[in-house]
């Protein structure tokens, strides 16, 4: 497999593949509801790996972000204005994209300005970024948390921030649904969608504070219970809001505790193809929705587009995602080893 980082850990790529997965087949067979499904898999995952980072392992925040920048600003860049060429010279219904809507895209504001028309209004192929928009701002948002934390300096401050955030994000959630179902555009706005992904770094970061003094031990059977007690939220009960509010907490406590899971059920996830898929989720991502558009106005091509969406991906994430975040890391490294040589030959005594 071609390198991409280290300390990768197998069960986490192929959780990562199997999200990628269920996007792909949600959008080319006509089952939206794995597509949500696999969204959601992806923000639990970023939310145990962010609160890692942030508030367990403490990385400094100016490494956190050139290291999600690297990996995400690039690729997106490039693909949002090769988007915006293809809608206005290629695509069927010719759009010619607005300055203040690329704007708004390439700044990841674009599931709230502009209201109208919104991002799922089908203009041109970018309905999926939504996704990203939740990502980055639940980024930021961690990020605060973590300078405000180090000013307060009490015990108990990182836990009541996160369990309270994502509380209020529940209740919130529960809220509008209440008031208007689930057939606008709100629930895809960071202050709604954010929740599984908070709930999986608070989840993470409580349980490796208290789990090893309380003693707590998780059954291995439990995170498939869970797994799919949330795909039948997804499946059964979007009428009542599930996928909104109980699928997301549950999956975050599935990735959470992977690795209890049975030895056979870890083998299956860290198999090769679904590890590949994960290594390459973010190119796929991003290049199957145009030819998931083409594949929705010829429904009988489907697999063809399917297949070119894949090798899209795959060219994309081989030609420049990768070279681009290993060039730029590696120039960071560099960079900050210079820093750290420069401060001990200023500090050596004379």
Known sequence: MVKTRTGSIPYLDGWRGLAILCVLVGHFFKLDVLGGLGVQMFFVLSGLLMGQLLFIKRVGLKTFFFRRFSRVLPTFWLFTATMAVYAASFQPEVYEVPFSELVSTLAFLRTYYPATPHIWANDWPIEHVWSLNVEEHSYAYLALGVVLLRLVRRHLAADIFLVGTTGLILVLTAHRFAMMGDATPWAIQSQYAAL?????????VLHHKYASSMR??????????????GLV????????????????LLLAFTVNQLAVLPAAIR???????????GVCSFSLYLWQQP??????????????YLAAAMIAGALSFYLFENPIRLR????????NASAVQSVARVDRPA
């Open 328 to 335: 730029l890391n590696a120039w960071w490294e560099k960079r």
């Open 291 to 304: 030819f998931y558009h083409a594949a929705r106005h010829e429904p009988a091509h489907g697999m063809f």
């Open 267 to 277: 083998t299956l996830l860290s198999a090769a193809w679904l590890r590949w898929l």
């Open 196 to 204: 599984g992904l908070l709930a999986s770094a608070s989840y993470g």
């Open 233 to 248: 939220c997804y499946i059964g009960y979007r009428d009542k809001g599930l996928h909104l509010m109980l699928a997301p």
């Open 216 to 229: 707590i031990a998780v059954p291995g059977l439990l995170p498939v219970v869970t797994f799919g007690i």
